[in-house]
Every structure is written in structure tokens, then in C-alpha cells.
């Protein structure tokens, strides 16, 4: 059997105009510039080669010539697997025209590449092309055993590429379907994406006004209660202040009522001044008021603005201090600004027969009071 050429050349074939030779010199496929010739042996038309692209091809275009259903030149002169087939029909005679295979109108994608090389099918076209179609792989038989293959990288034939490419994603199969069988997670989970943090966003100008007058009310609250606080304060100082008018004052005076002494304990024509300072009052013995001998008691108040006037024995008067009003024993004013006598306290004889002050009454001489007979008591 003739060993199958290689991808470099078939290339180095195209680039010629030639076809490539089995290394071991079998019998070469027919060359693209003797159509002629393969016409007259029956063989179908190979086009001619198209002209080399001037530059390495790309893996792809290696796969596709492997194929010889990509797009371009050398795939067209590329021998495909069916190629020796077509090649060998003009010996046998037999005229084998593959079926062409359906076009998709785009490009293969990688997967249905390697898809197609896994199962060995035919597959799609990628375009139309005005090459010879070719005629799809045939099944394997039976599974050929794995190869040892030559790392990725030192691999130049597409075919090993894919044999590659098939054993590590049977490996990869077989390594996942291990793992399920032990119980294993096939997979970790996911890392959890980190919950996004909620970024506020900007805040609207009525929400900065409402903010910033809260703010506001917050910082003057203290002073907002201490003003509510000193309002209530003084609105209830000043109900109770009105409450308190409603009610009378309540004076706690002394007695008003003080015994002095027996008649006969005080002198003709003279002034006791024993009471004046506690009680506000001169004991007065004279006869020169209504030239009786009469005993009262003569408040010790001017007349005038209330300053209490003294005694002067050797003048026989009051003399107030103030605005020098001047008073006769009697209690009648005669010099100064009082504009009227001294005033008498009710006088009386107690049961035990002294003398008894009533300061609750009072006797004014400018109303005739005097003449009362409890405004003086005779002495005996
Ligand atoms: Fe006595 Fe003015 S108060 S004279």
C-alpha cells in the first residue's frame, strides 16, 4: 500500500504544479496539468491547481486541505482521502463521483471541524466551490487504537492534530465521567459573586433641602425645648401670679390692744414716751386742750409725711425732725407744713383699772372727734 503523502507535499506539489508522490514511488495521482490524459482514461476532470498564496498556510487551511473541503487553492489540489479512490478509478475503470458535500453558506466552525474529523463523515461545504467535490470520508470500521502522538507543538500533519485534539477530549471525557462515578463534585461551585454594594446615588435638591433643614432642626432643637421650656415657665408664673390676686393678704399684727397703767401713774402738763417705740403712742396728761385734766393717747405720726416727732419737755411741744413741724402738748399743730393736729387712740379702763390703748380707733380733732368720750380719760 502507498504510504499517503504529506501536507508539505501536497503544498510543495500545488507550488509546482504537480501532484505529490508517495514517498515510496507508487503510482502518483494524475497531475492537474494532464486533464487531457485523464479524460481519455475515463477519470473525471481535475481542475488545475490554483496558484500558491506566497506564504505558510494557517492550520486551518492545513485542516481543510486534509480535508479537501476548505476554501482555496491547495485544498483543491490536495489529495484527500477519497482522492486516491478518484485517483485509482481510471486503472479499475470505474467512474466514482463522490456525492458533494451540502453546503451551509459560511465558513466551518472549529467544532464542526473537528466533529466532522472525529467521525470520520463528510463535512459541509463552506462555500461553493468550483472544485471537484469530494467524496465524504468513510466510517471507520472498528475504532483504530490511540496513537502515541508527539506533543502539540511538533505536530505537522492536521490529521495527528486532530487525532490530538480527540484523545485529549476523550481523556478529559473519561477523567469527568470518573469523577461523577466516585461521588466527586464534577465541578466546584461557582465563587459567588460578591454582592454588589448598593452605591446611593445622588441625592435630589429636594432631598438636600429636606436634609439640610432637618439638620438644621436637629442643631437649634436644644434652644427650640429651652424656649418652649421658658414660655411654659412663664405663662405658669403669671396664671399663678393672677390666681394669687383672688385671695386676700393675710397680716399676722399684734394685738392692738395694750395696757398702760393706772391713772394716777402719770404726772399734770407731761408725756410718757414708754410706748412710743414699740407701740407708737404717748401717754399725755394735760389741761390745756379744753382746761380739763384729761388723760389720752396721742399718736406719735406727723401729720405731714408720717415722721415720728419727738417730745422737747423744756419747749413743751412735738417737734417732727423731718420738715420741723411743730406740735402743742395738746396734739395741735401750730408751725411746719402738718397741715392738721396729731391723731388719739381709743382709751379705756380695764377691769383691773389700768388703763387700756385701743389702737384700732383712731380720733381726729379736724372732725370733732375729740369730743368723744373714748378719745380721752378724765383724770382722777
Ligand atoms: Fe413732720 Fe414733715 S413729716 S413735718
Not at 480527540?166 to 478529559?172: E, T, V
Not at 464534577?186 to 441625592?203: D, I, S, Y
Not at 413743751?316 to 387712740?345: D, M
Request: hydrophobic share 45%.
Amino acid at each position: 500500500m502507498a504510504e499517503r503523502p504529506s501536507v508539505k507535499d501536497i503544498l510543495a506539489a500545488a507550488r509546482k504544479g504537480g501532484a505529490a508522490k508517495p514517498a515510496d514511488g507508487g503510482e502518483a495521482a494524475p497531475a492537474p496539468e494532464a486533464p487531457a490524459a485523464a479524460e481519455a482514461s475515463g477519470a473525471p476532470a481535475v481542475p488545475p491547481p490554483a496558484p500558491s498564496l506566497g506564504r505558510p498556510l494557517t492550520l486551518k487551511e492545513k485542516l481543510a486541505a486534509a480535508r479537501g473541503a476548505a476554501p482555496g487553492a491547495p485544498a483543491a489540489a490536495a489529495p484527500t482521502p477519497a482522492a486516491p479512490a478518484a485517483a485509482a478509478a481510471p486503472a479499475t475503470g470505474e467512474k466514482v463521483v463522490p456525492p458533494p458535500a451540502p453546503s451551509i453558506g459560511r465558513p466551518l466552525t472549529l467544532k464542526e471541524k473537528l466533529a466532522a474529523a472525529k467521525s470520520g463523515g463528510v463535512a459541509p461545504a463552506a462555500a461553493p466551490s468550483g472544485g471537484v467535490p469530494v467524496a465524504p470520508k468513510a466510517a471507520p470500521a472498528a475504532k483504530a487504537p490511540a496513537r502515541d502522538l508527539p506533543p502539540l507543538s511538533e505536530i505537522s500533519d492536521p490529521r495527528d492534530l486532530a487525532e490530538a485534539l480527540r484523545q485529549a477530549g476523550a481523556k478529559k471525557d473519561k477523567e469527568l465521567a470518573g469523577a461523577d462515578a466516585k461521588g466527586a463534585p464534577a465541578k466546584p461551585a461557582a465563587k459567588a459573586k460578591p454582592e454588589a454594594k448598593t452605591v446611593p446615588g445622588k441625592p435630589s435638591k429636594s432631598a438636600s433641602l429636606a436634609e439640610g433643614t432637618s439638620r438644621r432642626a436637629v442643631l437649634q432643637f436644644p434652644w427650640i425645648v429651652a424656649g418652649w421650656v421658658a414660655f411654659t415657665g412663664g405663662l405658669g408664673a403669671l396664671t399663678a401670679m393672677c390666681g394669687r390676686f383672688m385671695f386676700p393678704n393675710v397680716l399676722a399684727e399684734p394685738p392692738s390692744t395694750v395696757k398702760v397703767g393706772v391713772p394716777t401713774d402719770f404726772a399734770k402738763e407731761d408725756v410718757s414716751e414708754r410706748w412710743k417705740a414699740e407701740w407708737g403712742f404717748w401717754i399725755v396728761r394735760t389741761e390745756r386742750y379744753n382746761g380739763q385734766d384729761i388723760l389720752f393717747a396721742l399718736q406719735s405720726v406727723c401729720t405731714h409725711l408720717g415722721c415720728p416727732p419727738n417730745w422737747l419737755a423744756g419747749e413743751q411741744k412735738f417737734k417732727c425732725p423731718c420738715h420741723g413741724s411743730g406740735f402743742y402738748i395738746s396734739g395741735i399743730n401750730f408751725e411746719g407744713p402738718a397741715p392738721r393736729p396729731l391723731e388719739r387712740f381709743r382709751v379705756a379702763i380695764a377691769d383691773d383699772g389700768q388703763i387700756m390703748v385701743d389702737k384700732s380707733a383712731k380720733f381726729q380733732e379736724e372732725l370733732a372727734q375729740w369730743s368723744d368720750p373714748d378719745s380721752f380719760l378724765p383724770a382722777v
